[in-house]
């Protein structure tokens, strides 16, 4: 018995004492790490993270790039914009949701690696415009059911990190998702508008007159922070409310938009041989 006893133990101490001898492969690119970290992305797959959204076109308001000023009416706005004038004040995004940027992001948030949180605020600080003022910064919430399966909500790490950076104040408690709402991608505007009803609670005249920041990790069709931005001017009682977030959904690689391929480890491995 005492042999069956012992293997479990073993077992672990040796997965214990291998890590901290062998550091790990990077969880971006399979490459072995090559030193020991509490990051477990090499710097690689960091330093290619860290690649600023390039457009010659944007919309004044949501900062949405584009591959010719077509689209954008004489004010310069977008569509989706125009389309929707009490949404957000203005929406600025690190990069697009795409490549090592976007590994990066799955790694923190599925593979939850939190302490990526101080690296990837680094991005939000650099995508901060220096020329806005902000009274408080609020992160864009999750279902408390979300949360739960997840461990930690991702815009709540980015956002205390871009409070301390700052000195701008951090209310983690501005926003409340009452309701689950399924994804956004492929919808309709109609139903993205219906689908995003009622999913936030605010208090009443909670931040008068104050221009809010929303921190979030990515902004897809941005119909979800447009619905809280709406009832924090409504119910909240802001005068502005913007949204920062390290990646942005980009119209301009449409022909990418699908899920993410699993990324297997065969194809790890053959990375890491590579
Ligand atoms: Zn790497
Ligand atoms: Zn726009």
Not at 191 to 203: E, I, L, W
Not at 238 to 261: C, M
Request: aromatic content about 8%.
């Amino acid at each position: 018995m005492a042999g069956v006893a012992l293997r479990p133990a073993r077992t672990a101490f040796h997965g214990l004492f291998s890590r901290l001898i062998f550091p790990d492969n990077c969880r971006c690119c399979a490459k072995p790490l090559q030193k020991l970290t509490r990051i477990p992305v090499c710097q690689e797959c960091l330093d290619l993270a860290a690649c600023p959204i390039e457009a010659e076109y944007q919309c004044a308001r949501c900062r949405a790039p584009f591959l010719n000023p077509e689209t954008l009416n004489d004010d310069g706005i977008c569509p989706a914009c125009h389309a929707e004038p009490e949404g957000l004040d203005y929406a600025w995004s690190y990069g697009s949701y795409d490549g090592t940027l976007r590994r990066l992001i799955h790694v923190y948030k599925y593979e939850r690696v939190d302490t990526l949180a101080g690296p990837l605020a680094r991005l939000l600080i650099d995508a901060l415009p220096r020329d806005e003022q902000f009274d408080l910064i609020a992160p864009m919430p999750l279902h408390w059911r979300k949360q739960w399966d997840r461990g930690f909500n991702q815009a709540d790490l980015l956002a205390r990190e871009v409070a301390d950076w700052t000195g701008i104040p951090y209310e983690g408690r501005l926003l409340r998702r009452v309701k689950a709402s399924p994804a956004q991608a492929g919808l309709s505007f109609a139903a993205r508008q219906s689908n995003v009803k009622g999913v936030f609670r605010v208090r009443r005249n909670s931040v008068p007159g104050k221009h809010v920041l929303l921190i979030d990790d990515v902004l897809t069709t941005g119909a979800t922070a447009a619905s809280a931005a709406r009832l924090l001017r409504r119910t909240g009682g802001a005068s502005r409310v913007s949204i920062l977030t390290l990646a942005r959904a980009d119209r301009r690689f449409a022909w990418k938009v699908g899920p993410e391929p699993i990324y297997t480890k065969k194809r790890a491995a053959r990375a890491a041989g590579a």
